[in-house]
């Protein structure tokens, strides 16, 4: 597939290793992404490019915490996020993408304060940069509302849903199978919150749109089906 890229583009190599890289990563191949990756990172330093350099350490830091390697992708982010802020790039979505993996981190160590002050800032640049309507603002608002909810904070985690839940009709459209996410991530929480009627009105909504994108036995609606059917135990008389 390198073939592709005239042999005197090195810099067009380089890119195509990275994306190679990431399709390897997307389908599993961790030790091929690694690879690739690592490649493109060479040629990025070597030519002096620390942004395209702090892209890839990041790609790498997302394999080694699929791979199991905590300590080693803690490393890469704190050095990504230290070269931002002695570069002054700090509120760039590369920085956004470095705070969102510090959050996965600190959820995974069990430092909920941690994953939610790293998950509010990067949800506020992609916000900011990209608007809240893009799948980064949208991933990063819904690890925020579930580090609210893992830290016991239910009623700051349900503001987090709402507005996330209203972007998404607005964007998206009620139907849409990740409005249908985030209604299941909000009903569940009103039950939790003892809220059985508004949690059953929205396990119904997501239940409609699962069912209609992905058929009646795919795991995804017999987990809601699950919930809603919990929930109307709960509350009944």
Same mark, same amino acid.
């Given at each position: 597939a390198l073939a592709l890229v005239p042999a005197d583009d090195a810099g067009g190599r380089a890119d195509l290793a990275l994306l190679l890289g990431e399709l390897d990563y997307q389908q599993g191949e961790l030790a091929r992404a690694r690879q690739r990756i690592g490649e493109a990172r060479a040629h990025y330093q070597a030519s002096q490019s620390p942004a395209e350099v702090d892209g890839a350490d990041l790609d790498l830091a997302e394999i080694a915490i699929a791979d199991g390697e905590s300590a080693g992708a803690a490393?890469?982010?704190?050095?990504? =996020?230290?070269r931002l802020a002695a570069r002054t790039e700090t509120g760039t979505?590369?920085?956004g993408r470095a705070l !969102?993996?510090?959050a996965r981190l600190a959820?995974?160590?069990g430092d909920g304060a941690a994953a939610v002050r790293d998950n509010r800032r990067? =949800? !506020?640049?992609?916000s900011l940069r990209l608007g809240d309507g893009h799948l980064r603002a949208i991933s990063a608002a819904n690890a925020l509302g579930l580090a609210l909810r893992e830290a016991g904070r239910d009623d700051e985690a349900a503001e987090v849903? !709402?507005?996330l839940l209203a972007t998404l009709d607005r964007d998206y459209g009620e139907d849409h199978v990740v409005t249908a996410a985030?209604?299941?991530?909000l009903a569940a929480l009103r039950a939790r919150q003892g809220d059985h009627p508004g949690a059953l009105a929205l396990y119904r909504r997501a239940l409609a749109s699962v069912v209609a994108s992905k058929g009646q036995d795919h795991p995804d609606s017999l987990?809601?089906? *699950? *919930?809603l059917a919990w929930t109307a135990y709960l509350a009944a008389p």
């Open positions: 490393a890469l982010v704190a050095d990504v =996020l230290a979505v590369l920085h !969102e993996l510090s959820r995974v160590a990067a =949800l !506020e640049i992609f849903f !709402e507005r985030a209604a299941h991530n987990r809601v089906r *699950g *919930g």
